[in-house]
Nanobody, 124 residues
Framework: QVQLVESGGGSVQPGGSLRLSCAASEFTLAYYDILWFRQVPGKEREGVSCISNDGSTYYADSVRGRFTIFGDNAKNAVYLQMNSLKAEDTAVYYC??????????????????WGQGTQVTVSS
């Protein structure tokens, strides 16, 4: 059974940083495409960044240059390093996994397994 657990969320001032973690048990994340997406109440889900099982990475325009996605196979985890955070980054952040194919996408509905989410709040 696939289970994804996000952690690392919290409250930070604008310009600050957070590192989110997506950890899995009983399966190997390296064989999957992994997506970070976020959601604000009343708004559609927004794909943030993904990493393909071949290591290729992709970013939404809104976070490119500020966020970095990377994996640690030894820990069976994928991370989202979030720098230069803005108020508009406030959301619940989720990770999602799907069997790897030619490239990952930033579309949450294309991923089979989702985590429970972790809250990120950016405010003065």
């Amino acid at each position: 059974q696939v289970q994804l657990v996000e952690s690392g969320g919290g409250s930070v001032q604008p310009g600050g940083s957070l590192r989110l973690s997506c950890a899995a048990s009983e399966f190997t994340l390296a064989y999957y495409d992994i997506l970070w997406f976020r959601q604000v109440p009343g708004k559609e889900r927004e794909g943030v960044s993904c990493i393909s099982n071949d290591g290729s990475t992709y970013y939404a325009d809104s976070v490119r240059g500020r966020f970095t996605i990377f994996g640690d196979n030894a820990k069976n985890a994928v991370y989202l390093q979030m720098n230069s955070l803005k108020a508009e980054d406030t959301a619940v952040y989720y990770c999602a996994a799907d069997k790897g194919d030619w490239a990952c996408t930033l579309t949450p509905d294309e991923y089979e397994f989702w985590g429970q989410g972790t809250q990120v709040t950016v405010s003065s």
